[in-house]
């Protein structure tokens, strides 16, 4: 066992792992903080991930998060200084308009046109928006998960944050005052408080005994595909507001990403 208990342990080293790092060091940055990676930085599904800052919400729980995302990452990366990515339009298509705008978190849409549209988009010269389907105009930025993993644990460690790839962690028990981590050599570790932040690999993981009784688990399905198709340098965001849907064009790597996602109980 080592003789250091940690303020806090992060098993994860994904995006949510280091975010939930970040947070902390930034409210508590005198605390002792570890983490966890049973791979490398960013080597689950953040690896593949595109994320997408939006203004529009389906509730009050999604309304609350998208204010503090929004917040949470303006702070680290101001004026839409994303590692690759970029702020951009967001043009979103839908045949409830006037539910678009109730569900908008900051501001307000602008209504557009087809042909607007149309002329941002040579890169998909087939596109087409029904005559039954409204354009309304709004601001977004998307940005490639894993280069802002990387970026994130660079500043942790920069901190002094303590991080262990390769590292898997096999058991958690909970003793009178701390909580114990078992890795797979059986080396232990201890620490006040634990976020366990491995996302896909959960159902998989030792530790998914912790959660068993959990009564609102959810898992998040996400469905993504590339466009063989190059975009310019100008074009916006697509939202697909009815199927909350979007294609996305990552100019850096030289293609449109469709996805959408889906929520079902375990």
Known sequence: MTNEIYDLA??????????AAFIATSNRPRDILVIFER???GAGASR?????????????????????????WQAIYPHGLWPVGRDCDVFWLTR?????????????TTPSTSSALK????????????SDTAVELDRGSYSPIDRIVQDL??????????????????????????????TSDNTE????????????WLPDSPLLAHLIDAPRLRV???????????????????????????????????YWLFSFTSQHGM
Request: hydrophobic letters at 45%; a positive charge; aromatic letters at 6%.
């Open 39 to 41: 791979n490398i930085v």
């Open 153 to 182: 644990a660079k500043r942790l460690m920069a901190a002094g944050v303590s991080l262990y790839e390769r590292t898997s962690i096999e058991r958690i028990r909970h003793g009178s005052n701390n909580i114990l981590l078992q």
């Open 48 to 72: 593949f991930a595109r994320g997408i800052q939006i203004n529009i919400c389906r509730n009050e729980r999604e309304r609350q998060l998208i204010n503090l995302s929004s917040k949470f």
């Open 119 to 130: 002329q941002r988009l040579s890169s998909l010269p087939h596109f087409f928006v029904p």
């Open 10 to 19: 992060i098993i994860g080293a994904g995006v949510m792992g280091l975010s």
């Open 220 to 254: 998040k399905k996400v469905v993504a595909f590339h466009l063989a198709a190059r975009p310019t340098p100008k074009c916006p965001m697509i939202g697909l507001f009815d199927d909350y849907a979007f294609l996305i064009p990552m100019i850096e790597a030289g």
């Open 96 to 108: 409830n308009p006037k539910e678009l705008a109730r569900l908008g978190s900051v501001g307000g």
């Open 189 to 200: 570790h201890l620490a006040r408080r634990a976020v366990l932040a491995i996302g896909p």
